[in-house]
């Protein structure tokens, strides 16, 4: 196997690979909350409930955001791990109310669900004067988009993709501890269970988060 010197990174021995192993989701995370110009004390608000979004609530939180929002789906498996990995407050979608969410002026919504109708509603939440960052990948396109509020509130939409130049960030906050990885795993498994684990994943299995292979 061959790999150019610029995508090889060398891990701290201190930090495992059961942590490691989302080495490049936090790298990812951090160019995220890079391109939205997060600044300490700042209120942000993330839509998704998955790995990814849990992974970019740690990094708001170590970056020093005052106060991170997590709009979740309806698994309250799900909003329970965003509590636990630091998210101040977590949402099932059929709780959300928009109005008061837009009440607290997130300075930057990250939306990490994957959701066109998540970035519809991202659209409205966040404040004036915002930045609304899009790391998802979506299937269908937007369907309802009023691109007038770019110009009545002053909202910057910022697309992210990839992890570049977040990879050094990520090493550091693996090394330091700022990272919970472990609560976000949910399966290990063995080489020869990968089959039956990708079909978990296939079918949506509610208990399946993030599955580790140990060979």
């Known amino acids: 196997l061959y790999m150019p010197e610029s995508a090889v990174f060398n891990l701290p021995d201190q930090v495992n690979m059961d942590n490691a192993q989302s080495f490049v989701p936090i790298a990812c995370a951090n160019r995220a909350v890079q391109r939205a110009n997060f600044q300490p004390g700042q209120t942000a608000v993330v839509f998704g409930s ?3 979004a849990l992974i970019i609530v740690q990094v708001l939180k ?5 106060r991170v929002v997590v709009v979740g789906g309806s698994r309250a498996s799900r909003l329970q791990a965003a509590l636990e990995v630091g998210a101040d407050e977590a ?7 928009l109005a008061k969410l837009s009440a607290i002026k997130p300075d930057v919504v990250i939306e990490a669900s994957g ?26 396109p937007v369907q309802k988009f009023d691109a007038s509020k ?4 002053e909202i910057a939409v910022i697309g992210s993709k990839g992890g570049k130049d977040g990879y050094q960030p990520a090493i ?7 990272m919970t990885i472990l609560p976000l795993i949910s399966h290990y498994i063995k080489l020869d269970d990968l089959r039956e684990a990708f079909e978990s994943i296939l079918k949506k299995d509610p208990s399946v988060f993030r599955v580790v292979v140990h060979p």
């Open 172 to 178: 550091e906050l693996l090394e330091e501890g700022k």
């Open 150 to 153: 770019l110009y009545r509130n």
């Open 115 to 140: 959701s066109t109708g998540a970035f519809e509603q991202a659209v409205e939440v966040v404040r004036p004067g915002g930045t609304l960052v899009v790391y998802s990948i979506y299937n269908t």
């Open 91 to 97: 949402i099932g979608s059929t709780e959300l109310d």
């Open 50 to 52: 998955g790995h990814s």
């Open 62 to 66: 170590a970056r020093g955001a005052g």
